[in-house]
Nanobody, 115 residues
Framework: QVQLVESGGGLVQPGGSLRLSCAAS????????MAWYRQAPGKERELVAS???????NYADFVKGRFTISRDNTKNTIYLQMNSLKPEDTGVYYC?????????WGQGTHVTVSS
């Protein structure tokens, strides 16, 4: 099992940046797949970006060129650097880890993009 704790959300103006962090309760070295999802008010949860061993990061079309996912195995943490934020990026951002056929989720961190 693994517990995931997100942080770094907040209120930011359009065009601004935020960096989200997801700290895992155990080593992520053996976790092949980790990802960021988001859920906007009244909408379904959607994949934002994912990162797997031996593969290039994967991004949803709506964040390509603006968001970057990365992982630091020494800190058991993955990150989501979000630049050029838009109001439609507003939502709750969740960290996800897939291991041993189980899916684990954090509690989410709120991101609000508004002037």
């Amino acid at each position: 099992q693994v517990q995931l704790v997100e942080s770094g959300g907040g209120l930011v103006q359009p065009g601004g940046s935020l960096r989200l962090s997801c700290a895992a309760s155990r080593s992520i070295f053996s976790i092949n797949y980790m990802a960021w999802y988001r859920q906007a008010p009244g909408k379904e949860r959607e994949l934002v970006a994912s990162i797997s061993w031996g593969a290039s990061p994967n991004y949803a079309d709506f964040v390509k060129g603006r968001f970057t996912i990365s992982r630091d195995n020494t800190k058991n943490t993955i990150y989501l650097q979000m630049n050029s934020l838009k109001p439609e990026d507003t939502g709750v951002y969740y960290c996800n880890a897939e291991m041993l056929s189980s899916s684990y989720w954090g509690q989410g961190t709120h991101v609000t993009v508004s002037s």
